[in-house]
């Protein structure tokens, strides 16, 4: 086995490699310091922005009838879009629409299959209290 020594790049002291033509530090602190040194010169080294003598002018769009006009054009066509491509049992539920089935729905239902009791009274069901009842006077609500 040869006797070559290496010098070590970072603190420059002769030593003898344990790997050939591949080491080039004497040991694992020499390494992580040429590492550091070499990053925080580079972090230091960088040029400071030249300042323009132009100050920079930011565009500022400006409101005007013609955009406003096409916007509100936009607008309409895409939810006219929207209306028609959604079913009428996809779309959402107005106040008017709740309350026509407000109006629908009883609170008293004439059970049409079930017979009347002893005496004649009519049964109903109550849909506030989930029970059964008779009555011999017609409901309506």
Not at 11 to 24: A, L, N, S, T
Not at 47 to 76: C, F, R, W, Y
Not at 125 to 141: K, V
């Amino acid at each position: 086995m040869e006797k070559e020594f290496y010098n070590c790049d970072y603190c420059f002291k002769e030593f003898e490699p344990k790997r050939r033509r591949v080491q080039k530090f004497c040991s694992n602190s020499c390494r992580s310091k040429a590492h550091h040194a070499k990053n925080s010169t580079k972090n230091l080294s960088e040029p400071e922005k030249a300042q323009n003598d132009k100050p920079i002018v930011n565009k500022v769009e400006k409101m005007s009838l013609s955009g406003v006009g096409n916007s509100t054009a936009g607008t309409l066509l895409a939810d006219g879009l929207k209306f028609l491509a959604t079913s009428a049992e996809n779309r959402s539920a107005t106040k008017a629409d709740i309350a026509y089935i407000a109006s629908k729905i009883k609170r008293y239902h004439k059970i049409v299959n079930h017979p009347p009791n002893s005496q004649g009274a009519f049964p109903y069901f109550d849909l506030e209290t989930n029970e059964i009842f008779y009555s011999f006077m017609p409901l309506n609500g």
